[in-house]
């Protein structure tokens, strides 16, 4: 069965630090992601989804980047974060063909 | 881009009772999924329904897609069917709406 790991599942990291969210899955092949941000209190907003090794589209503006090394592998990054980067950050992924989205534990990080 | 509405934003119940939900969306979708967020953050998938009815236990959804809504039904809420509810909905990629909050008292 397809499985998704997120990690780490919590991070406090100051102002002007770098970050690197790892998501990675499981028993599938060639799926779509998504790195999704939940502001304290309020809907999920999409940031970044792929379609493919190196395919990375962007929702919004932001101090934040995403990469897609291998297949099953989508990482998101910052060379500098900001306090308005603090949030609940979630990974999801769906198989091409079946549009059903399943999601990751979430990373909840705090910027300080 | 689409946009997803749901209502009520809140919602307290007692122990018992039934409650329905509502999810709006501005445009054609080919994927619409109801989502139960955790106290932990996780979101649990309840139903994935462009289009429909279906049922599971207590819950069931449905979605009419020529006039964009869907809806979920909870019958007979308990304590611990509290948490945030979000419907999301797109045709390449999944938009949020911004939840609704149950509150179920015993």
């Known amino acids: 069965s397809q499985t998704i790991h997120q990690w780490p599942a919590t991070l406090v990291q100051p102002v002007g630090s770098p970050l690197s969210l790892e998501c990675t899955v499981e028993g599938t092949s060639n799926p779509n992601l998504y790195w999704y941000r939940q502001a304290a209190g309020r809907g999920l907003q999409l940031l970044f989804y792929s379609v493919g090794i190196g395919q990375i589209s962007s929702e919004v503006p932001q101090n934040l980047s995403a990469s897609r090394p291998q297949d099953r592998q989508f990482i998101l990054s910052s060379k500098k974060l900001l306090l308005s980067d603090s949030g609940f950050y979630l990974c999801?992924?769906?198989?091409?063909?079946?549009?059903?989205?399943?999601f990751g534990q979430g990373t909840r990080l705090t910027v300080v | 881009g689409i946009q997803v509405e749901q209502s009520p934003p809140d919602l307290i119940l007692q122990e018992g009772a039934n409650s329905t939900l509502r999810c709006n969306f501005s445009?054609?979708?080919?994927?619409l999924q109801w989502f139960h967020q955790n106290p932990w953050g996780q979101l649990i998938n309840l139903f994935y329904?462009?289009?429909g009815t279906k049922q599971n236990g207590r819950l069931s959804a449905t979605t009419v897609a020529t006039e964009r809504y869907s809806l979920l039904y909870i019958s007979s809420s308990q304590t611990t069917d509290s948490g945030v509810y979000f419907c999301a909905a797109g045709a390449d990629k999944l938009i949020f709406g911004t939840g609704t909050r149950l509150q179920v008292f015993p």
């Open positions: 445009d054609s979708v080919n994927n």
């Open positions: 999801a992924w769906e198989d091409r063909g079946d549009t059903e989205a399943f």
């Open positions: 329904i462009p289009s």
